[in-house]
């Protein structure tokens, strides 16, 4: 993935069972698309998991292709 496959409207995503954040893009209603993996400071290090314990953050389930 290149910086120049980034759109605007596209969502940044921590996703169970992978060790990085993920860029996705949305198609339709609760089914995206990947772009690719990204760094994004403040949750690159488990942080996201503990704004979810903590009720920061929702998980809910999502189709990816």
Known sequence: MSLLSVRGGDIIYVLFG????????KKAANEYSFVGI??????????????????KHTAKPIRTY
């Open 38 to 55: 990204c760094f994004a400071y403040g949750i690159i290090n488990s942080e996201a998991m503990k704004d979810l314990s903590d009720g």
């Open 18 to 25: 992978c060790d990085v954040p993920v860029i996705l893009r």
